[in-house]
């Protein structure tokens, strides 16, 4: 409930270097101490995340990720514990900066500032005694327009409403989205891994993909999961983007990227909201109607599809081939049900 302002800006750091890396580190665990903020007598879990915000932090995450082989691009939300922080921060600390100049996605700029920051990072964890550090994509003049934004859209979520644009902006409605994701609930809802949010923005970003051509449909919408700078989402979450995504088109064999970053047992859940996305996509062309006169239920040990006999017609081979494809994933028989239609209404 406090905040300081302090003169530790990496354009400032140099200021604190004068007697070299050493006598930079006391300098700056001496201007932290004296503004209050010494936090290392408390338990790390109860100190929670230092997040790190700015161009220079955001330079040290792209480095970090390259250096573990991490699979995605955007360095918002990645995380490092403490241990794994200053393990980063007592590496760069060492390194010229002519060293780190080169590499890809790090300016000559930031790399210049790296090493200074590193040792700021250092006194930082050894002062706050953070149980994680987390670093953000974003900057100040995010934060500056994000405080002007009216109420209204503060309150939006933020990965719904950011993936709700990009949809639309590719011929995907979100409301034909939300119509699709409430009738593919009863069969494929999300359970212990992801989120009814997480499972609606999949079923847009999925929607979405199938305006892409479809020789190179999946690695671009795969692309799109990983590595757009979607905003409240993790490592974990994207992936299972990407799992469902690509089970709407029929493509089972996920790459060894997305692998990484998920369990199995979460990507499964995710392949069947893609397989169940499929059914109601296909069935009907993605008709309102065609929703509105057929139910995809489970119903004791089968999945079943009920169809109102006025359209009867809809259930075809491919229809029953994308159910026993989905009912194969969740481990029931399947059957095909056509009612009267008043048992719809």
């Known amino acids: 409930d406090s905040a300081s302002t302090l003169p530790l800006g990496t354009l400032r750091l140099p200021d604190h270097r004068k007697g070299g890396r050493a006598e930079m580190d006391k300098s700056l665990d001496k201007a932290i101490r004296k503004a209050g903020w010494d936090l290392s007598g408390n338990a790390p879990d109860a100190n929670g995340a230092l997040y790190l915000v700015g161009g220079t932090w955001r330079a040290m995450a792209v480095y970090a990720m390259a250096a573990r082989g991490y699979p995605l691009s955007d360095p918002h939300g ?24 080169g590499r890809e996605r790090i300016s000559a700029m930031r790399a210049e500032k790296l090493p200074d920051a590193a040792v700021l990072l250092q006194a930082l964890l050894a002062r706050l005694a953070p149980a994680k550090v987390v670093f953000s994509s974003w900057g100040l003049r995010e934060g500056l327009i994000y405080d002007r934004l009216p109420a209204h859209t503060k309150a939006q979520d933020p990965l719904l409403a950011g993936i709700a644009v990009f949809a639309s902006q590719r011929g995907s409605a979100p409301t034909l989205a939300t119509r699709l994701a409430a009738w593919t609930l009863d069969a494929a809802p999300a359970r212990e891994h992801g989120s009814e949010r997480l499972r609606l923005a999949a079923t847009m970003l999925a ?12 690695p671009q919408a795969i692309n799109w999961a990983l590595h757009k700078r979607w905003v409240g989402i993790n490592g974990m979450e994207r992936a299972m983007l990407a799992a469902a995504i690509s ?17 199995e047992e979460a990507l499964e859940e995710a392949v069947r909201w893609g397989l169940a996305l499929r059914i109601a996509r296909r069935l009907g062309a993605q008709s309102r109607r065609s929703l509105e006169v057929s139910r995809l239920v489970v119903e004791d040990t089968a999945l079943v599809l009920k169809l109102a006999h006025s359209h009867a017609a809809l259930c075809g081979q491919s229809t029953e081939k994308d159910i026993k494809l989905l009912a194969g994933r969740l481990g029931l028989g399947w059957r095909v049900d056509i009612v009267p239609d008043a048992e719809l209404a």
Not at 252 to 259: C, E, G, S, T
Request: glycine letters at 4%.
């Open 78 to 101: 990645f995380e490092l514990d403490s241990d794994a922080a200053n393990d980063l921060a007592k590496g760069l600390a060492s390194t010229e900066s002519q060293v780190i100049k």
């Open 207 to 218: 929607l979405a993909a199938m305006q892409i051509e479809p020789n190179i449909r999946q």
């Open 247 to 263: 089970a709407n088109g029929n493509q089972l064999n996920l790459p060894a990227r997305v692998r990484a970053l998920a369990s």
